[in-house]
């Protein structure tokens, strides 16, 4: 009962580079979420998607892109990695926008 | 727009103690409302919900009931344990976002 997969768990990058956190769910659910959560902010919505081959802005997108071309599958691009974007991303999934979401583990991005 | 408040932290209690973690929330329309748990080093968890005014949710000695009249989802339970020691988030979910506060830290001492 795998439900929401974030792979990798830790990542350290040195500024400029890029990389791609994948999320993989299990769930069929339609809606795909990205957050970053930061110590005493919470968590902050970066993009989500509300079905395959649809994404939207959330509220701090500025650095990072989504694609959501499978409706299992959710990734995050950072182009060029930023000190500013280390940080614990969550990826979560719900089966409508009103329904529970339910989270991954994480992955803690480090940008030195 | 929407949003959610919740009681700033850290809490410390002693075993057995009441707890009481205060969410109030904006929004239009008619939101569903959660509390999640994280605990260290893990992904939130769904702890409870409502889905409607007045509706009481529930989970492992936990409660939450839905107040449209003061715009209240406040978390209690009446003797917690150490084993609850972890971070609370109140949330709510309108249209095609979920919205959360910033989290409660909670300590439990024996």
């Known amino acids: 009962n795998a439900g929401v997969t974030q792979t990798p768990k830790f990542r350290v990058l040195k500024t400029g580079q890029s990389m791609t956190l994948l999320c993989a769910q299990d769930?069929?659910?339609?809606?795909m979420y990205w957050y970053r959560q930061d110590p005493g902010m919470g968590l902050r919505l970066i993009h989500y998607?509300?079905?395959?081959?649809?994404?939207a802005k959330g509220e701090v997108p500025d650095g990072y892109n989504v694609s959501r071309l499978k409706k299992q599958n959710f990734l995050l691009g950072l182009e060029s990695a930023a000190p500013s974007q280390t940080s614990v991303y969550f990826c979560?999934?719900?089966?409508?926008?009103?329904?529970?979401?339910?989270f991954g583990q994480g992955t803690r991005l480090t940008v030195v | 727009g929407d949003s959610v408040t919740q009681m700033e932290g850290p809490v410390t209690l002693s075993e057995e103690a009441f707890l009481t973690i205060n969410c109030t929330y904006t929004?239009?329309?008619?939101?569903?409302l959660f509390w999640y748990v994280q605990y260290p080093g893990e992904g939130l968890q769904l702890l409870l919900k409502?889905?409607?005014?007045?509706d009481k949710g529930s989970n492992k000695g936990f409660e939450a009931t839905y107040r449209k009249e003061t715009t209240s989802f406040h978390l209690e339970k009446g003797s917690v344990q150490v084993s609850d020691s972890a971070v609370y988030f109140c949330?709510?979910?309108?249209?095609?976002?979920?919205?959360f506060g910033t989290g409660t830290s909670l300590t439990v001492i024996p």
């Open positions: 979560a999934s719900s089966a409508t926008g009103n329904t529970e979401a339910f």
């Open positions: 769930m069929n659910h339609e809606y």
């Open positions: 998607s509300v079905g395959e081959g649809t994404t």
């Open positions: 929004a239009t329309g008619y939101p569903s």
């Open positions: 409502a889905t409607k005014a007045d």
């Open positions: 949330a709510l979910s309108a249209g095609n976002q979920f919205y």
